[in-house]
């Protein structure tokens, strides 16, 4: 099943630099973890904003809220999620 997920970046902005270095890296770490086990598919930076655009694949909305949950920056994050459906147009495709 694909979800489109929207998040937003919440994290204080007195946060201390390294802490933010640690957890970036270590979101990109798991984000590639995510990519290479087939659940992640697409990403995209959204202009302006600490937000993304993701396509997910999980086989139901337990494993992908799974996924979302084991990212580091999850605590800070504002999340929404969109189930998918195929367009009968595509399936013509």
Same mark, same amino acid.
Not at 12 to 27: G, H, I, K, S
Not at 57 to 84: G, K, Q, R, Y
């Given at each position: 099943?694909?979800?489109?997920?929207?998040?937003?970046?919440?994290?204080?902005?007195?946060?201390?630099?390294?802490?933010?270095?640690?957890?970036?890296?270590? #979101?990109? *770490?798991? $984000?590639? !973890? &995510?990519?290479?086990?087939?659940?992640?598919?697409?990403?995209?930076?959204?202009?302006?904003? @600490?937000?993304?655009?993701?396509?997910? #694949?999980? *086989?139901? $909305?337990? !494993? &992908?809220?799974?996924?979302?949950?084991?990212?580091?920056?999850?605590?800070?994050?504002?999340? @929404?999620?969109?189930?998918?459906?195929?367009?009968?147009?595509?399936?013509?495709?």
């Amino acid at each position: 099943m694909e979800f489109l997920v929207r998040t937003e970046n919440r994290m204080p902005p007195e946060t201390p630099a390294e802490q933010r270095d640690r957890l970036r890296a270590a #979101e990109r *770490a798991r $984000a590639r !973890e &995510l990519r290479e086990s087939g659940i992640l598919k697409r990403l995209w930076r959204v202009p302006g904003r @600490t937000g993304t655009i993701g396509l997910y #694949e999980a *086989a139901d $909305a337990t !494993e &992908l809220h799974d996924a979302l949950m084991s990212l580091p920056m999850a605590p800070w994050m504002d999340i @929404t999620v969109e189930p998918l459906a195929t367009h009968p147009q595509e399936r013509e495709a």
